[in-house]
């Protein structure tokens, strides 16, 4: 009977995973006060690329690239700065061994304004506007780094 319940919890939990990475993306294109969760699922990435998990690594894919066909943004911008972040700057943030939250947070942080710095040279380069650059992106910042602490 204990097999059974175990089964159900990881069942139910991987159904509440899998609804939040197909649905919520679309839910951010109609409510567009949405956090977007770019900088957690980028970490999520980088995480399952540093412990070696292979579901975290699927989830945080298949969420940024659902995000970034539901809202138009530029196909694997969010990928591709992630796995920069993760050459570049998380060698120097794994410095931080003891203090997990000041990595996490930092890393967030330098996640979220990477990826907004290239969607800002991407619309100048090729003369579009995918994203304005408004309170709304502070705001969804803030909440980002709000879950990783919580998290």
């Given at each position: 009977m204990n097999h059974f319940f175990k089964f159900l919890e990881v069942s139910l939990l991987w159904l509440g995973i899998a609804l939040f990475v197909f649905f919520y993306p679309m839910l951010i294109s109609f409510y567009v006060f949405f956090p977007l969760l770019i900088g957690l699922m980028s970490y999520l990435l980088i995480e399952g690329i540093e412990k070696e998990k292979l579901s975290y690594i699927l989830v945080a894919v298949v969420?940024?690239?659902?995000?970034?066909?539901?809202?138009?943004?530029?196909?694997?911008?969010?990928?591709?700065s992630a796995l920069l972040f993760y050459l570049l700057f998380y060698?120097?943030?794994?410095?931080?061994?003891?203090?997990?939250?000041?990595?996490?947070?930092?890393?967030?942080?330098?996640?979220?304004?990477m990826y907004f710095?290239?969607?800002?040279?991407?619309?100048?380069i090729f003369e579009t506007q995918s994203i304005?650059?408004?309170?709304?992106?502070?705001?969804?910042?803030?909440?980002?780094?709000?879950?990783?602490?919580?998290l």
């Open positions: 969420y940024l690239l659902n995000l970034e066909v539901n809202l138009s943004l530029p196909l694997l911008l969010a990928f591709i060698p120097a943030l794994s410095q931080f061994k003891r203090c997990y939250m000041c990595k996490s947070l930092l890393s967030v942080l330098i996640l979220d304004l710095a290239w969607l800002v040279l991407y619309g100048f304005t650059l408004d309170s709304i992106l502070m705001y969804s910042l803030l909440v980002d780094m709000l879950v990783v602490t919580l």
